[in-house]
């Protein structure tokens, strides 16, 4: 972008500045990391179901076959049990 357009220097209000700065030192923290660490585990799960499972969209029209990819997606989606389940029932066939 900067080949093709001047870069833009953004100045903030000092209010403003100031604000953002202590935000980015609370960030360093260490009862900020501890804090942040559960949402960053949900965030992870989220992010793998969307690449996984391509949770944003569904397969399907209606609620009721909606529902059921979104449970059926849950039960898959548990780290170990989901695959090992899977397996078992394409073994039964």
């Known amino acids: 972008m900067a080949k093709d357009q001047p870069r833009q220097l953004t100045v903030r209000p000092q209010a ?9 030192k609370r960030q360093e ?5 501890a804090q942040y660490t559960p949402r960053a585990g949900v965030e992870s ?3 793998q179901g969307v690449r996984r499972f ?6 399907y029209i209606g609620l ?15 780290p170990d049990t ?5 397996q078992k029932l394409n073994n039964r066939r």
């Open 29 to 33: 923290t260490e009862a900020f990391k």
């Open 16 to 24: 403003q500045h100031e604000a953002i700065q202590g935000a980015r």
């Open 82 to 86: 989901g695959q090992q389940r899977m």
């Open 45 to 47: 799960t989220l992010s």
């Open 64 to 78: 009721a076959r909606t529902q059921l990819q979104e449970v059926y997606t849950a039960y898959m989606s548990e």
């Open 54 to 59: 391509d949770l944003r969209c569904s397969r």
